[in-house]
Protein backbone atom coordinates (compact mmCIF):
# COMPACT_ATOMS: atom_id res chain seq x y z
CA UNK A 1 0.00 0.00 0.00
CA UNK A 2 1.16 3.31 -0.53
CA UNK A 3 0.05 6.79 0.31
CA UNK A 4 0.63 10.38 -1.28
CA UNK A 5 -0.07 13.51 0.35
CA UNK A 6 0.30 17.00 -1.24
CA UNK A 7 0.96 20.50 0.39
CA UNK A 8 2.25 23.57 -0.75
CA UNK A 9 -0.53 24.75 -2.69
CA UNK A 10 -2.41 28.27 -1.86
CA UNK A 11 -2.88 31.99 -3.82
CA UNK A 12 -0.06 33.57 -4.88
CA UNK A 13 -0.08 36.99 -7.31
CA UNK A 14 1.48 36.20 -11.13
CA UNK A 15 5.31 36.32 -11.01
CA UNK A 16 5.54 34.70 -8.07
CA UNK A 17 6.89 31.32 -6.85
CA UNK A 18 5.25 28.20 -4.96
CA UNK A 19 6.85 24.92 -3.66
CA UNK A 20 4.73 21.97 -3.32
CA UNK A 21 5.82 18.77 -1.19
CA UNK A 22 4.36 15.34 -1.37
CA UNK A 23 4.94 12.86 1.12
CA UNK A 24 4.98 9.23 0.09
CA UNK A 25 4.63 6.46 2.75
CA UNK A 26 3.55 3.22 2.99
CA UNK A 27 5.55 0.87 0.67
CA UNK A 28 7.70 2.99 -0.90
CA UNK A 29 10.41 0.84 -1.60
CA UNK A 30 11.25 0.91 -5.23
CA UNK A 31 9.32 3.51 -5.97
CA UNK A 32 11.14 5.37 -8.57
CA UNK A 33 8.47 6.19 -10.87
CA UNK A 34 7.48 9.88 -10.06
CA UNK A 35 5.49 13.02 -11.01
CA UNK A 36 3.46 15.99 -10.67
CA UNK A 37 0.35 16.52 -12.83
CA UNK A 38 -2.33 18.94 -13.01
CA UNK A 39 -5.62 19.85 -13.86
CA UNK A 40 -8.69 22.15 -14.38
CA UNK A 41 -11.82 21.64 -14.96
CA UNK A 42 -13.24 20.58 -18.28
CA UNK A 43 -9.37 19.18 -19.18
CA UNK A 44 -7.53 15.90 -18.90
CA UNK A 45 -4.90 15.65 -16.23
CA UNK A 46 -1.82 16.29 -17.88
CA UNK A 47 2.33 15.46 -16.96
CA UNK A 48 3.59 18.46 -15.62
CA UNK A 49 7.25 16.77 -14.48
CA UNK A 50 8.36 13.47 -14.23
CA UNK A 51 11.20 12.36 -12.63
CA UNK A 52 12.00 8.97 -13.05
CA UNK A 53 15.65 8.04 -11.24
CA UNK A 54 16.13 4.58 -12.27
CA UNK A 55 17.02 6.26 -15.67
CA UNK A 56 17.34 9.44 -15.25
CA UNK A 57 14.68 10.50 -17.06
CA UNK A 58 13.17 14.02 -16.19
CA UNK A 59 10.22 15.55 -18.02
CA UNK A 60 9.11 18.88 -18.11
CA UNK A 61 5.80 19.86 -20.18
CA UNK A 62 7.06 23.04 -22.47
CA UNK A 63 4.51 25.29 -20.48
CA UNK A 64 6.46 25.40 -16.90
CA UNK A 65 10.42 24.69 -18.89
CA UNK A 66 12.76 27.23 -17.24
CA UNK A 67 10.06 27.99 -14.58
CA UNK A 68 9.45 24.77 -12.28
CA UNK A 69 11.70 22.43 -10.95
CA UNK A 70 11.21 18.65 -9.64
CA UNK A 71 13.04 17.11 -6.73
CA UNK A 72 13.39 14.49 -4.33
CA UNK A 73 14.17 14.81 -0.83
CA UNK A 74 17.87 14.04 0.38
CA UNK A 75 16.79 11.26 2.52
CA UNK A 76 12.86 10.98 2.81
CA UNK A 77 10.18 9.86 0.31
CA UNK A 78 9.30 13.16 -0.50
CA UNK A 79 8.62 14.72 -3.60
CA UNK A 80 8.78 18.25 -4.97
CA UNK A 81 7.93 20.51 -7.30
CA UNK A 82 9.69 24.68 -6.77
CA UNK A 83 7.38 26.62 -9.18
CA UNK A 84 8.75 30.10 -10.20
CA UNK A 85 7.93 33.24 -12.31
CA UNK A 86 3.81 31.84 -11.96
CA UNK A 87 1.30 32.31 -14.61
CA UNK A 88 -2.44 32.47 -13.99
CA UNK A 89 -2.26 30.00 -16.62
CA UNK A 90 -1.02 27.67 -14.00
CA UNK A 91 -4.18 27.83 -12.01
CA UNK A 92 -4.95 24.20 -11.60
CA UNK A 93 -5.27 21.43 -8.82
CA UNK A 94 -2.10 19.75 -8.73
CA UNK A 95 -1.78 16.30 -8.28
CA UNK A 96 1.54 13.83 -7.42
CA UNK A 97 1.88 10.47 -8.99
CA UNK A 98 4.32 7.23 -7.91
CA UNK A 99 4.47 3.97 -9.69
CA UNK A 100 6.94 0.99 -9.23
CA UNK A 101 9.03 0.92 -11.77
CA UNK A 102 7.92 -2.21 -14.52
CA UNK A 103 10.12 -5.02 -15.58
CA UNK A 104 11.99 -4.76 -19.16
CA UNK A 105 11.56 -7.77 -21.41
CA UNK A 106 15.23 -9.01 -20.86
CA UNK A 107 16.14 -7.77 -17.32
CA UNK A 108 16.08 -4.19 -15.96
CA UNK A 109 13.27 -2.11 -14.66
CA UNK A 110 11.61 1.19 -16.71
CA UNK A 111 9.33 3.28 -15.96
CA UNK A 112 6.93 4.24 -18.92
CA UNK A 113 6.95 7.49 -20.55
CA UNK A 114 3.69 7.72 -22.56
CA UNK A 115 2.68 10.67 -20.19
CA UNK A 116 -0.28 8.92 -19.69
CA UNK A 117 -2.68 9.17 -16.40
CA UNK A 118 -2.68 5.69 -16.44
CA UNK A 119 1.11 5.02 -15.95
CA UNK A 120 0.67 5.79 -12.15
CA UNK A 121 -0.75 3.71 -9.91
CA UNK A 122 -0.57 5.99 -6.66
CA UNK A 123 -1.76 9.50 -6.60
CA UNK A 124 -2.36 11.75 -3.95
CA UNK A 125 -5.82 14.13 -2.99
CA UNK A 126 -4.70 17.16 -4.85
CA UNK A 127 -3.46 20.45 -3.84
CA UNK A 128 -5.03 23.56 -5.06
CA UNK A 129 -2.23 26.35 -6.95
CA UNK A 130 -4.40 29.78 -8.20
CA UNK A 131 -2.31 32.31 -9.25
CA UNK A 132 -3.56 35.51 -10.04
Not at 99 to 126: I, M, N, T
Given at each position: ?V?????????V????????S???S???????????????????????????TV??F?????S???R??????????????????L?????????C?????????????????????R?????G???????S
Amino acid sequence: HVQLVESGGGSVQAGGSLTLSCAVSGFTFGINCMGWYRQVPGREREAVALIYTVDGFIYYADSVKGRFTISKGAALNTLYLQMDSLKPEDTAMYYCAAEHPRRASGGGVYCPKSLARRDFAYWGQGTQVTVS
